[in-house]
């Protein structure tokens, strides 16, 4: 199967968004991947592994993320490591801006609470 590189392959799943910030600090396996969006989230939200690996590889498909080899590969756990690449980059700040143009929407309806900046 080809990657499908297009931006435009529909817009990110929630799923797909926090695992793109989590690697906007730097290259991680899925665990640290995991702990960290459900510390950053909090109780609100149990992140299977299932649907961790399914994220991974849509956004690999996509050209988002890319599969590094880790330093010490006898750690299984750490075996595989991910990193974002520059589309993933690119399309994180396009859903970012987006996010921001519906909350602010939202504010000035009086929908969401919080200073309105757009």
Same mark, same amino acid.
């Given at each position: 199967?080809?990657?499908? +590189?297009?931006?435009? /392959?529909?817009?990110?799943?929630?799923? /797909?968004?926090?695992? %793109? %910030?989590?690697?906007?600090? !730097?290259?991680?396996? *899925?665990? /640290?991947?995991?702990?960290?969006?459900?510390?950053?989230?909090?109780?609100?939200?149990? %992140? !299977?592994? *299932?649907?961790?690996? @399914?994220?991974? @590889? =849509?956004?690999? =498909? =996509?050209?988002?993320?890319?599969? +590094?080899?880790?330093? /010490?590969? !006898?750690? #299984?756990?750490?075996?595989?490591?991910?990193?974002?690449? #520059?589309?993933? +980059?690119?399309? %994180?700040?396009?859903?970012? *801006?987006?996010?921001?143009?519906?909350? !602010?929407?939202?504010?000035? +309806?009086?929908?969401?609470?919080?200073?309105?900046?757009?």
């Amino acid at each position: 199967m080809s990657p499908d +590189r297009s931006a435009d /392959a529909g817009p990110l799943s929630t799923v /797909a968004v926090e695992v %793109l %910030l989590a690697l906007a600090t !730097g290259p991680k396996h *899925g665990y /640290a991947i995991k702990r960290e969006i459900e510390d950053r989230i909090g109780d609100d939200f149990v %992140l !299977g592994s *299932g649907s961790l690996y @399914q994220a991974l @590889q =849509r956004l690999e =498909r =996509r050209g988002l993320i890319a599969e +590094r080899r880790a330093a /010490a590969p !006898g750690d #299984a756990r750490r075996g595989r490591v991910y990193a974002l690449e #520059a589309e993933g +980059r690119r399309v %994180l700040a396009a859903e970012l *801006g987006r996010m921001q143009r519906v909350l !602010g929407h939202a504010k000035r +309806r009086r929908l969401a609470i919080g200073p309105e900046r757009t």
